[in-house]
Antibody, heavy 118, light 109 residues
Framework: QVRLQESGPGLVKPSETLSLTCTVS??????????WAWIRQPPGKGLEWIGT???????RYNPSLKSRVTISADTSVNQISLNLTSVTAADTAVYFC??????????WGQGTLVSVSS | QVVVTQEPSFSVSPGGTVTLTCALN?????????PSWYQQTPGQPPRTLIY???TRSSRVPDRFSGSILGNKAALTITGAQADDESDYYC??????????FGGGTKLTV
């Protein structure tokens, strides 16, 4: 049973860095055929793809966020991380991590709400 | 700027058939965009219904089907049920492995 669990601060101050972790169980993030994505959803709004981590050194990011986003992996603890710098209120959203296993976004975490406010 | 457009809302009677669409402002949607569809109920993460235009994800009832209709991707629900009342999102996979979601359609049954 694959499970994804997002974690991190629920409140971040403007101009600071949002850092979230996705802990994966039931699947190894080392497996070359599995990819890992972050997707967010502002309250009451639609989904926005943030980026996909394919392998070490190979990620794709939403062009609108590319200058502020980094997605990385820690294989020792089977976790995928998201860093988003210089946040503003527009970055307030539920952040989901998702797995791509042949099927795009085959498994999703429950999501974690991050609010940006001073 | 590339934008994916969906109907903001749609209504269908129980047992009826509804087709939701997914359009691209820069041109036609084709299978080369690997259109996929997601269902989301309040407070829950999305669930993948359809991927690669018309492949149903596991455990998805066969009343959900995907296709290309004209220059758009389409999701058809045949024999709509009350628990199909959800938000539906399409996603297109663009060049360089980037992904663009539509704005979503709120379906009322």
């Amino acid at each position: 049973q694959v499970r994804l669990q997002e974690s991190g601060p629920g409140l971040v101050k403007p101009s600071e860095t949002l850092s979230l972790t996705c802990t994966v169980s039931g699947a190894s993030i080392r497996r070359s055929s599995y990819f890992w994505a972050w997707i967010r959803q502002p309250p009451g709004k639609g989904l926005e793809w943030i980026g996909t981590f394919f392998h070490i050194g190979e990620s794709r990011y939403n062009p609108s966020l590319k200058s502020r986003v980094t997605i990385s992996a820690d294989t020792s603890v089977n976790q995928i991380s998201l860093n988003l710098t210089s946040v503003t209120a527009a970055d307030t959203a539920v952040y989901f991590c998702a797995m791509v296993r042949g099927v795009p976004f085959d498994y999703w975490g429950q999501g974690t709400l991050v609010s940006v406010s001073s | 700027q590339v934008v994916v457009t969906q109907e903001p809302s749609f209504s269908v009677s129980p047992g009826g058939t509804v087709t939701l669409t997914c359009a691209l402002n820069s041109g036609s949607v084709s299978s080369s965009y690997y259109p996929s569809w997601y269902q989301q109920t309040p407070g829950q993460p999305p669930r993948t219904l359809i991927y690669s235009t018309n492949t149903r994800s596991s455990r998805v009832p066969d009343r959900f089907s995907g296709s290309i209709l004209g220059n758009k991707a389409a999701l058809t629900i045949t024999g709509a049920q009350a628990d199909d009342e959800s938000d539906y999102y399409c996603a297109l996979f663009l060049e360089n492995d980037t992904v663009l979601f539509g704005g979503g359609t709120k379906l009322t049954v």
